[in-house]
């Protein structure tokens, strides 16, 4: 039994495919089109999941788009009424789309899956699932639980903004909702707009501004912006707010509370802006930790599974771990709307034709089943041969090693202190890069974070960079004793690996501050000595296990910086070739591309690109 889902149209396209409760594949079209958030229909990503299955779309046997149109167009239509006549500019722009494509949406849908099938035959089976329901989906029933509650937040979906959902075996159903226009998700999108980053993209930039500075304003924001009750339920104050009938999140009331106008792209950021940042991240750790202490008194479940874009929010994750409301916190690591697409399948699959879940890894059900997501390399992978012809064909010099020779370089080069571009095996699934689409680094370097920000990434200094840590020695080095596959949770660095820093270093501000040694590992250690971790699993990641336990025997730190294999606004890295523009586009000093190794002095110079402004700043 065979099923494509699909999320399109919105932002984030993808195509997942599940074959008899088994995650075949898994991937964005972003990667295929190399248009970052691309959110038209995936045929790339439809594509390669038929391809990895071996199948072409005669051999599906269900289709399933990840939300519903109808009741979205419901929502859409309703809010323009009950904002009237404010809003009609942007109901204007927004109703000939509609009307011309999403309303269509099954149509259009059936017409795009029929140019796929190209005269093979498909059976025209295609279902819908809800938006929530989607995500709910796609974070129980990869999870290692038989049963668990599923807090799903994000923007908006249809109606639902924030729902709670109960998992039992095969069986899935949303017990809540709170309804657009409060939102969660809107409210920090309404902070990421106002600091002068993009919404939908930069809202990790605000959690990663948020240790510079104090959450000044937080008590501004409880009291003027959002109304949270003890269980966690909320209600905005839409004065303060544009995106119902607007074509901005926020308008005039709120620059007044705030002491000014949103910030432009282009502008300087502030001591004020950190504060903001740090602001609404203590809002939303709090409205966060309100809903899971609720839902663990309510329900008795002692498994937690997040899913939506706000479960991206690592910080809050991390929180959620600590307070210990919960046993186990799993969450799905495409979070955001591609995640939907693998939702929808697995709904398709366990809710429309009740089929049971696969058993664990050995063969056997229990309490504590195999991740399914296997770690999120549900993307493309490249023979060696492949590999070779392609570089070549690129005019890329290189030279072929065999397995432990090329694991035996690279740690060395890592070691010396080189900016190594890192491509294996299959492609990950969501926004992290999980060692297989990887930019890697010495952490105990303490110029690497700067020299990886400006010169390899083209990016904001400010911007911090996760650990890639090996998961039998995570504890050694950081406040965390468990699983953090999907670099998910942000936990402290130890404190006998920390530097206390000097009164006078405690009085500098901002970038200042970061550049002083605040551990043995400075470039993953952020400002608060937070870290975002990922733990590495030799079952899950064989070959990445080995190059950081290599990298360990040379310097005794079991630890690397890991960053994904692009540059700002640019996707992810998907194909030799992409990996070799980035390297010859950046100031990379290495690639290793399977088991070729290319170095930045035997290039080609005049293949050398400007990378820096390939790309809309995202």
């Known amino acids: ?275 903001l940042a740090a602001s609404i991240q203590a809002v939303t750790d709090e409205v966060v930790l309100r809903l899971t202490r609720a839902l663990a008194a309510e329900t008795g479940q002692k498994n937690l599974c997040l899913a939506g874009g706000v479960a991206l929010n690592c910080v809050a994750n991390g929180k959620v771990l600590r307070d210990g409301r919960f046993d186990n916190v799993y969450a799905q690591p495409a979070a955001g709307d591609a995640g939907g697409a693998l939702g929808a399948a697995l709904v398709g699959y366990h809710l429309q034709l009740g089929q049971e879940r696969p058993n664990g890894a050995n063969g056997t059900s229990g309490t504590r089943r195999a991740d399914a997501m296997r770690g999120a390399y549900l993307g493309p992978a490249f023979e060696q041969s492949d590999i070779e012809r392609r570089l070549a064909a690129c005019g890329a010099r290189f030279e072929t090693l065999d397995d432990h020779t090329v694991i035996q370089r690279a740690a060395r080069d890592l070691a010396d202190g080189k900016a ?83 009164a006078e270093e405690q009085q500098l501000f901002g970038i200042d501050k970061l550049n002083v040694l605040r551990s043995d590992i400075p470039a993953v250690t952020h400002l608060d000595y937070s870290a975002r971790i990922q733990t590495v699993h030799a079952d899950t990641n064989p070959r990445y296990h080995a190059l950081i336990t290599e990298f360990e025997r040379l310097t005794g730190c079991p630890v690397l910086v890991n960053t994904s294999f692009n540059v700002r606004g640019e996707p992810i890295v998907c194909t030799p070739e992409d990996a070799f523009r980035c390297f010859m586009g950046t100031e990379l000093d290495v690639l290793v591309v399977g088991n070729c190794v290319l170095r930045k002095e035997a290039q080609d110079p005049a293949l050398k690109r400007n990378y820096e402004t390939a790309f809309e700043l995202d």
């Not at 974070?139 to 639902?160: K, N």
């Not at 075996?169 to 998700?185: D, R, W």
């Not at 406040?479 to 006998?496: F, I, N, R």
Request: aromatic share 12%; net charge positive; with cysteine.
């Open 1 to 275: 039994m065979r099923i494509l889902g699909l999320s399109a149209f919105y932002h984030d396209s993808a195509a997942a495919l599940v074959e008899d409760g088994r995650i075949v594949a898994a991937a964005q079209e972003e990667r295929f089109t190399r248009k970052k958030h691309d959110s038209r229909f995936p045929v790339n990503a439809v594509g390669y999941c038929l391809r990895e299955a071996g199948t072409s779309l005669a051999g599906i046997d269900r289709v399933v788009f990840y939300d519903k149109p109808f009741l979205k167009f419901e929502r859409l239509v309703e809010t323009y009424l009950a904002f009237a006549p404010r809003g009609f500019k942007s109901f204007r722009m927004s109703i000939p789309l509609w009307l011309r494509e999403k309303l269509f949406l099954k149509d259009l849908l059936k017409k795009e899956l029929g140019a796929l099938a190209d005269g093979g035959g498909w059976n025209g089976e295609l279902l819908f699932s809800e938006h929530h329901l989607s995500h709910a989906a796609s974070a129980f029933f990869p999870s290692p639980f038989d049963e668990a509650v599923v807090l799903t937040m994000d923007g908006v979906g249809e109606w639902a903004t924030t729902s709670a959902a109960i998992g039992r075996g095969k069986t899935l159903a949303v017990h809540k909702e709170i309804h657009f226009p409060h939102s969660l998700g809107l409210l920090y999108s309404a902070f990421t707009y106002y600091t002068g980053f993009k919404v939908n993209s930069g809202e990790y930039k605000v959690m990663g501004l948020a240790p510079y500075g104090e959450p000044r304003y937080a008590g501004t924001i409880l009291e003027h912006l959002i109304d949270v009750k003890a269980d966690g339920s909320f209600r905005l104050d839409l004065a303060y707010f544009d995106y119902c009938t607007g074509l901005t999140m926020t308008n005039g009331r709120f620059d007044a509370l705030f002491g000014g106008p949103a910030r432009k792209p282009d502008e300087p950021l502030t001591p004020r802006h950190m504060d």
């Open 420 to 502: 190594m571009g890192w491509f294996q095996g299959r492609m990950e699934f969501g926004p992290r890069a999980l060692g297989n689409r990887s930019i890697l680094g010495d952490p105990r370097s303490p110029t690497m974070q700067k020299t990886l920000n400006l010169k390899v990434k083209y990016r904001e200094s400010f911007r911090p960079f996760a650990p890639s840590v090996l998961r039998e020695r995570v504890a050694d080095w950081f406040e965390l004793d468990g699983d953090s596959p999907y670099m998910l949770l942000v936990a402290d660095v130890v404190k006998t690996r920390r530097r206390v820093m000097t």
